[in-house]
Protein backbone atom coordinates (compact mmCIF):
# COMPACT_ATOMS: atom_id res chain seq x y z
CA UNK A 1 0.00 0.00 0.00
CA UNK A 2 1.42 3.26 -1.13
CA UNK A 3 1.54 6.20 1.44
CA UNK A 4 0.42 9.59 0.29
CA UNK A 5 1.41 13.02 1.03
CA UNK A 6 -0.76 15.19 3.74
CA UNK A 7 -0.36 18.54 2.29
CA UNK A 8 1.38 20.16 5.51
CA UNK A 9 4.01 16.69 5.50
CA UNK A 10 4.68 18.57 1.97
CA UNK A 11 5.02 21.88 2.95
CA UNK A 12 7.16 20.88 5.71
CA UNK A 13 9.15 18.84 3.42
CA UNK A 14 9.60 21.89 1.56
CA UNK A 15 10.43 24.54 4.00
CA UNK A 16 12.99 21.76 5.13
CA UNK A 17 14.93 21.69 1.59
CA UNK A 18 15.23 25.35 1.49
CA UNK A 19 16.25 25.85 5.03
CA UNK A 20 18.77 23.21 4.29
CA UNK A 21 20.44 24.12 0.96
CA UNK A 22 20.44 27.63 2.24
CA UNK A 23 22.68 26.48 5.16
CA UNK A 24 24.93 24.76 1.96
CA UNK A 25 23.36 21.13 1.81
CA UNK A 26 22.62 20.21 -1.48
CA UNK A 27 19.31 18.23 -2.45
CA UNK A 28 20.87 15.12 -3.41
CA UNK A 29 22.42 14.62 0.54
CA UNK A 30 18.86 15.66 1.75
CA UNK A 31 17.05 13.04 -0.47
CA UNK A 32 19.60 10.68 0.96
CA UNK A 33 19.53 11.08 4.58
CA UNK A 34 15.59 11.33 4.14
CA UNK A 35 15.61 7.72 2.53
CA UNK A 36 17.79 6.13 5.39
CA UNK A 37 15.39 7.93 8.39
CA UNK A 38 12.44 6.23 10.13
CA UNK A 39 9.90 4.79 8.87
CA UNK A 40 7.36 7.56 10.48
CA UNK A 41 8.48 9.96 8.20
CA UNK A 42 7.85 10.04 4.78
CA UNK A 43 11.22 9.07 2.35
CA UNK A 44 12.05 12.12 -0.45
CA UNK A 45 13.22 10.85 -3.79
CA UNK A 46 14.35 13.19 -6.66
CA UNK A 47 12.14 13.14 -8.56
CA UNK A 48 9.59 14.29 -6.05
CA UNK A 49 11.51 17.35 -5.04
CA UNK A 50 12.04 18.49 -8.90
CA UNK A 51 7.91 17.67 -9.27
CA UNK A 52 7.69 20.14 -6.92
CA UNK A 53 10.04 22.85 -8.35
CA UNK A 54 8.83 22.06 -11.36
CA UNK A 55 4.57 22.85 -10.41
CA UNK A 56 5.35 25.04 -7.56
CA UNK A 57 6.70 28.48 -8.81
CA UNK A 58 6.61 30.05 -5.02
CA UNK A 59 9.14 26.41 -3.92
CA UNK A 60 11.38 26.74 -6.92
CA UNK A 61 11.81 30.49 -6.23
CA UNK A 62 12.32 30.24 -3.00
CA UNK A 63 15.14 27.24 -3.61
CA UNK A 64 16.89 29.48 -6.27
CA UNK A 65 17.09 32.20 -3.28
CA UNK A 66 18.82 29.36 -0.88
CA UNK A 67 20.76 27.98 -3.49
CA UNK A 68 21.85 31.63 -4.48
CA UNK A 69 23.08 31.91 -0.51
CA UNK A 70 24.45 28.01 -0.15
CA UNK A 71 26.63 29.54 -3.74
CA UNK A 72 28.27 32.16 -0.54
CA UNK A 73 29.02 29.32 1.83
CA UNK A 74 30.59 27.41 -1.09
CA UNK A 75 32.59 30.22 -1.82
CA UNK A 76 33.93 30.48 1.57
CA UNK A 77 34.51 26.83 2.12
CA UNK A 78 36.67 27.37 -0.81
CA UNK A 79 38.56 30.02 0.66
CA UNK A 80 38.67 28.18 3.71
CA UNK A 81 40.18 25.50 2.59
CA UNK A 82 42.86 27.54 0.22
CA UNK A 83 44.11 29.39 3.27
CA UNK A 84 44.06 26.32 5.77
CA UNK A 85 46.40 24.78 3.17
CA UNK A 86 48.55 27.86 2.97
CA UNK A 87 49.46 28.17 6.43
CA UNK A 88 50.20 24.62 6.93
CA UNK A 89 53.58 23.95 7.21
CA UNK A 90 53.58 20.48 6.98
CA UNK A 91 51.88 20.28 3.50
CA UNK A 92 52.78 17.25 0.86
CA UNK A 93 51.86 17.58 -2.46
CA UNK A 94 49.13 15.15 -2.53
CA UNK A 95 48.01 17.25 0.69
CA UNK A 96 47.87 20.42 -1.47
CA UNK A 97 46.58 18.37 -4.43
CA UNK A 98 43.37 17.28 -2.53
CA UNK A 99 43.02 20.87 -1.50
CA UNK A 100 43.15 21.90 -4.18
CA UNK A 101 40.45 19.94 -6.11
CA UNK A 102 37.70 20.73 -3.01
CA UNK A 103 38.47 23.94 -3.37
CA UNK A 104 38.13 24.27 -6.71
CA UNK A 105 35.08 22.05 -6.55
CA UNK A 106 33.64 24.18 -3.89
CA UNK A 107 34.14 27.33 -6.29
CA UNK A 108 32.47 24.75 -9.59
CA UNK A 109 29.81 24.69 -7.12
CA UNK A 110 29.46 28.14 -6.04
CA UNK A 111 29.62 29.24 -9.67
CA UNK A 112 26.87 26.72 -10.61
CA UNK A 113 24.36 28.29 -8.04
CA UNK A 114 25.19 31.65 -9.09
CA UNK A 115 26.79 32.98 -11.95
CA UNK A 116 26.51 35.88 -11.82
CA UNK A 117 28.53 36.52 -8.48
CA UNK A 118 31.03 33.91 -8.89
CA UNK A 119 31.49 32.68 -12.45
CA UNK A 120 33.27 33.82 -14.45
CA UNK A 121 33.58 36.74 -17.08
CA UNK A 122 34.72 37.83 -20.32
CA UNK A 123 35.64 41.63 -20.61
CA UNK A 124 34.93 43.06 -24.24
CA UNK A 125 36.06 46.79 -24.92
CA UNK A 126 34.21 48.31 -27.57
CA UNK A 127 36.20 51.61 -28.15
CA UNK A 128 35.71 54.07 -30.64
CA UNK A 129 39.51 55.33 -31.65
CA UNK A 130 39.62 56.84 -35.34
CA UNK A 131 38.17 60.71 -35.32
CA UNK A 132 36.79 59.76 -39.07
CA UNK A 133 35.08 57.03 -37.38
CA UNK A 134 32.30 58.98 -35.97
CA UNK A 135 33.31 62.67 -36.92
CA UNK A 136 30.12 64.55 -38.06
CA UNK A 137 27.86 61.36 -37.19
CA UNK A 138 24.53 62.30 -35.16
CA UNK A 139 23.89 60.72 -32.13
CA UNK A 140 21.72 57.90 -33.20
CA UNK A 141 24.24 56.88 -36.31
CA UNK A 142 26.48 56.64 -33.88
CA UNK A 143 24.60 54.72 -31.00
CA UNK A 144 23.73 52.32 -34.38
CA UNK A 145 27.95 52.09 -34.57
CA UNK A 146 28.35 51.27 -31.17
CA UNK A 147 26.01 48.70 -30.97
CA UNK A 148 27.19 46.91 -34.56
CA UNK A 149 30.56 46.79 -33.22
CA UNK A 150 29.21 45.56 -29.86
CA UNK A 151 27.27 42.71 -31.91
CA UNK A 152 30.28 41.98 -33.55
CA UNK A 153 32.70 41.79 -30.74
CA UNK A 154 30.04 39.67 -28.72
CA UNK A 155 29.92 37.16 -31.66
CA UNK A 156 33.45 36.77 -31.76
CA UNK A 157 33.92 36.04 -28.33
CA UNK A 158 31.44 32.95 -29.53
CA UNK A 159 31.40 32.48 -25.44
CA UNK A 160 27.85 32.20 -23.34
CA UNK A 161 29.35 33.86 -20.51
CA UNK A 162 28.61 37.19 -19.34
CA UNK A 163 30.08 39.85 -20.89
CA UNK A 164 31.56 43.03 -19.36
CA UNK A 165 30.90 46.18 -21.92
CA UNK A 166 32.87 49.45 -21.58
CA UNK A 167 32.06 51.89 -23.79
CA UNK A 168 33.92 55.25 -23.67
CA UNK A 169 32.87 58.03 -25.80
CA UNK A 170 35.04 59.75 -28.24
CA UNK A 171 36.24 62.70 -27.35
CA UNK A 172 38.53 65.49 -29.44
CA UNK A 173 41.62 64.48 -27.15
CA UNK A 174 41.50 61.25 -28.75
CA UNK A 175 44.47 60.12 -31.04
Same mark, same amino acid.
Given at each position: ?60 ? @? ?10 ? !? ?29 ? @? ?5 ? !? ?7 ? @? ?54
Amino acid at each position: MERRWHPRQIQAAKDEIVVRVAAGEQVETIIRKSIMNPPNRMPLYGITVYDWRAEDDSFSD @RLTRAEKAAATI !YAFRSLKIAETTRRRRDNTAPDVAAAKLASD @RYMQLAE !YYDPDRFGK @RESVQVLETAKNSVAGLSDDQRARAFALALGVAAKASKKEKPLIIEHREYTSADP
